[in-house]
């Protein structure tokens, strides 16, 4: 299974991801390709793929890796990305190649546009059909302002929109929930995880 990961990057000589294949590009805020070796702008893109198919901390730890680092851009509140660098790397994870099979298994997005925003609605519609592919993403860490503070693409009726729960099963503080008017009043999100303490790779091997 190939899994693709819109995210920060990846630092991929940690050793959660030795001998592992990972497939990787950046695109800047202009939806340009970045010339470079594999490497994660932050720290969230490793962790995320610790979790997804890291050797010890890992989901699928046998899972192949492609990573489009996207999420770049330095803000007060974190790493962010454009909309054109959104899709530039969601449309490389679905049109590229891999392994002679075109486009991604499964999609992973770990981030989310305030409120509902149709711009990935399209091409993520079609890459449900074709080639098939699974498209998972946050829901969103806004709950703390109370509910409908849920982000796209985890509030399309498309993708599977994740929150998270702590060790006890208590949904986190943080998570988001509610209903997506534009889909009919669809209530999100589809599933809870756990997503409170969790250990993964961060970059440079810790």
Request: hydrophobic residues 40%; contains cysteine; proline residues 8%.
């Amino acid at each position: 299974v190939l899994v693709g990961v819109l995210d920060t990057g990846i630092d991929p000589t940690h050793p959660e991801f030795n001998g592992k294949n990972i497939y990787y590009i950046e695109y800047d805020q202009n939806g340009s390709p970045v010339i470079g070796t594999a490497h994660d702008a932050g720290q969230h893109g490793t962790h995320v793929c610790g979790i997804i198919s890291g050797k010890n901390a890992g989901i699928a730890p046998k899972a192949s890796l492609a990573v489009a680092a996207v999420l770049t851009i330095p803000t007060p509140q974190g790493l962010s990305g454009t909309l054109v660098q959104i899709t530039a790397g969601l449309n490389w994870l679905l049109t590229n190649p891999f392994r002679n099979d075109p486009g991604v298994d499964v999609l992973n997005a770990s981030l989310g546009a305030s409120g509902y925003n149709p711009y990935l609605y399209q091409p993520l519609a079609n890459a449900r059909v074709s080639p098939g592919t699974g498209l998972v993403a946050a829901i969103g860490n806004n709950g703390l302002y109370g509910i409908n503070h849920h982000g796209s693409p985890g509030n399309y009726d498309i993708v599977l929109g994740v929150g998270a729960v702590d060790n006890a099963d208590n949904v986190a503080p943080f998570s988001d929930w509610g209903m997506v008017p534009q889909f009919g009043g669809l209530a999100k999100p589809d599933l809870s995880a756990p997503g409170v303490n969790i250990v993964s790779s961060v970059p440079g091997g810790s």
